[in-house]
């Protein structure tokens, strides 16, 4: 077989055409390497790794302009290439050498990728580890890049996120303290910052406790009286969260 012509294509690739009609795509490195320039006969053998090598480079470019749109994960680009039809062998030439010329970095990933968390959004550090560990990051590079983080940074976006939530509270205060709580433990925080940060929190849930014992209070005399008001009157405050006292007061006034 002979090669009749080259053709430049897009960036560093060309189409090269044999005296059989047949056309491929190479890129100019494998052109070089194997000097089809100089010497343009070319038998099976040769041309079958000419297609092999350039398929790599294929894989490897197509890594490059995806991981030019954002940071990738090493995972991410496989699972990329792989879905785009490449072979095994291509991917994994594709990764090394990403890898190798740093365009593939997990360690500079992982820490834009908490840098981020932290200024975008209120995850904590348990939530941010499952998302890492399900792009594929190692448990080591995440532990490495959250132990550098002070513990003080965590503590603020809990208190930030408390303070949000008491404004626009109308529980009693237990009740505003456990769902606060199942809040921040789904955000990814642990149990011990959250209840450190909440324990001295106080709420005034006055203007709460008179709505919430109104209202039971209003619908429950319509079928009870007496003692046995009373006593389902309390169990509902109770199960809301009220204190005995406030509860004792309310019904003496009445």
């Not at 480079?57 to 680009?77: C, H, L, N, P, Q």
């Not at 994994?92 to 010329?101: H, I, N, T």
């Amino acid at each position: 077989m002979e090669i009749m012509s080259f053709k430049r294509k897009r960036g560093s690739m060309y189409e090269i055409e044999l005296n059989t009609g047949d056309k491929y795509k190479v890129y100019d490195d494998v052109i070089l390497k194997y000097e089809l320039l100089l010497n343009r006969k070319i038998n099976k053998k040769t041309l079958d790794k000419v297609l092999e090598e350039s398929a790599k480079m294929d894989a490897y470019f197509k890594g490059v302009r995806y991981i030019s749109i954002k940071m990738r994960t090493k995972k991410e680009v496989e699972n990329y290439l792989r879905r785009a039809g490449f072979l095994d062998s291509e991917v994994e030439y594709a990764l090394k050498k990403l890898e190798k010329e740093g365009i593939i970095d997990e360690k500079k990933y992982v820490a834009a990728y908490i840098n981020d968390a932290i200024i975008l959004s209120l995850d904590g550090p348990m939530k941010i580890r499952v998302s890492l560990g399900k792009l594929g990051i190692g448990d080591h590079l995440i532990d490495e890049r959250l132990s550098a983080i002070d513990e003080d940074i965590w503590k603020e976006r809990i208190g930030k996120i408390i303070v949000k939530r008491s404004k626009v509270n109308k529980d009693s205060e237990k009740v505003f303290k456990l769902k606060t709580t199942n809040n921040l433990i789904s955000l990814g925080y642990s149990i011990e910052l959250i209840r450190e940060q909440l324990s001295d929190i106080k709420i005034d849930t006055g203007e709460a406790f008179t709505r919430d014992a109104d209202r039971i209070y209003e619908k429950l005399k319509g079928k009870f009286e007496g003692w046995e008001l009373e006593s389902k009157f309390k169990s509902k405050m109770y199960q809301k969260g009220y204190e005995v006292d406030r509860i004792n007061a309310y019904l003496e006034e009445k």
